[in-house]
């Protein structure tokens, strides 16, 4: 099984649509900064990593570490990574998934 490098690409904020539907007593601020890098050993969870946003890249660590790759039939140049975003509405995080070889 193979390591995959987890790079912060962009971290974004939708403050129009923090101002119309968030709660706010909510504190919503992300963790994840431009540029951190984490590792995944063995398809698992970096330490420091925010829990949510590994729900969505799991699948994509987990199928990259095992050999997978080339998601989408060519959908990204270098077959052996993915670019996945968190699910959050407000503020998406995109992180690049590669292949550490």
């Known amino acids: 099984m193979k390591d995959c490098l987890i790079t912060v690409a962009r971290v974004s904020s939708f403050d129009d649509l923090v ?7 909510f504190d919503g601020s992300c963790c994840m900064k431009e540029g ?3 590792v995944s050993h063995e398809a698992q ?7 949510s946003a590994w729900q969505n890249l799991h699948p994509y660590v987990f199928a990259l570490a095992n050999g997978g790759g080339n ?3 060519g ?4 077959p052996r990574s993915a670019m996945i975003s968190c699910n959050d509405g407000f503020r998406p995080v995109s992180f690049y998934i590669e292949v550490v070889e």
């Open 19 to 25: 101002s119309v539907y968030e709660n706010p007593a």
């Open 45 to 51: 969870m970096p330490s420091g990593f925010c829990e």
């Open 36 to 38: 951190m890098r984490f």
């Open 75 to 78: 959908w990204m140049k270098n």
């Open 71 to 73: 998601f989408f039939d």
